[in-house]
Nanobody, 123 residues
Framework: QVQVAESGGGLVQAGGSLRLSCAVS????????IGWFRQAPGKEREFVAG???????YSADSVEGRFAINRDNGENTVYFEVNKLKPEDTSVYYC?????????????????WGQGTQVAISS
């Protein structure tokens, strides 16, 4: 079955940028929409951004205008970049795989999840 794994988290100064990676294995890479979610301590997991198997991207208002997401089909990896980072971006970030082509944003639309990578933003 398909598996995903996130990497690239760390401590970043506010105003900087960070690139996260989601490696996909065990399935046909171009069959899935890949989504990114985040969860801060004590808060619900929320959708951040996604990319369809055709390369179309979409995002939540929280990162609109300051993100880039793309997929490298040769490496079976999705890259997610956020710039102009804010302290409120501090969260554990998760990537997930969905068979939906309808721009899924809900947890239940994603069947496979990674373990998460922590991002902390300092002033």
């Amino acid at each position: 079955q398909v598996q995903v794994a996130e990497s690239g988290g760390g401590l970043v100064q506010a105003g900087g940028s960070l690139r996260l990676s989601c490696a996909v294995s065990g399935g046909r890479f171009n069959s899935y929409t890949i989504g990114w979610f985040r969860q801060a301590p004590g808060k619900e997991r929320e959708f951040v951004a996604g990319i369809s198997r055709y390369g179309y991207t979409y995002s939540a208002d929280s990162v609109e205008g300051r993100f880039a997401i793309n997929r490298d089909n040769g490496e079976n990896t999705v890259y997610f970049e956020v710039n102009k980072l804010k302290p409120e971006d501090t969260s554990v970030y998760y990537c997930a795989a969905s068979t939906s082509d309808s721009y899924p944003t809900r947890e239940e639309e994603y069947a496979c999840w990674g373990q998460g990578t922590q991002v902390a933003i300092s002033s």
